[in-house]
Nanobody, 114 residues
Framework: QVQLVESGGGLVQPGGSLRLSCVASGGIFSLYAMGWYRQAPGKSRELVAEITSSGFTNYAGSVKGRFTISRDNGQNTMYLQMNSLKPEDTAVYYC????????WGQGTQVTVSS
């Protein structure tokens, strides 16, 4: 089965940057449209960025212009570059498929605080 491992989160001040990584195994990564999701305490999980197998991207309005999603099919890896971070970006970030949903990984915690 497909396994997903997220990494790269941490504590950052407002205005700072982080780059998250998602490594996939157990499937043909290049075939799947993928997305980055986040979940803040007490809130439902939301999709913040998506990328198709050919590299076309889309973003939630709350992160557009600040976040960039990308993928390296040869490395079975997806990235989320996050710039100009705000406290409201604080959440656990997860990767998963858009149309094919796999088991959720542990996620990686992003905390934006001064």
């Amino acid at each position: 089965q497909v396994q997903l491992v997220e990494s790269g989160g941490g504590l950052v001040q407002p205005g700072g940057s982080l780059r998250l990584s998602c490594v996939a195994s157990g499937g043909i990564f290049s075939l799947y449209a993928m997305g980055w999701y986040r979940q803040a305490p007490g809130k439902s999980r939301e999709l913040v960025a998506e990328i198709t197998s050919s590299g076309f991207t889309n973003y939630a309005g709350s992160v557009k212009g600040r976040f960039t999603i990308s993928r390296d099919n040869g490395q079975n890896t997806m990235y989320l570059q996050m710039n100009s971070l705000k406290p409201e970006d604080t959440a656990v970030y997860y990767c998963n498929g858009l149309y094919d949903q796999f088991n959720w990984g542990q996620g990686t915690q992003v905390t934006v605080s001064s």
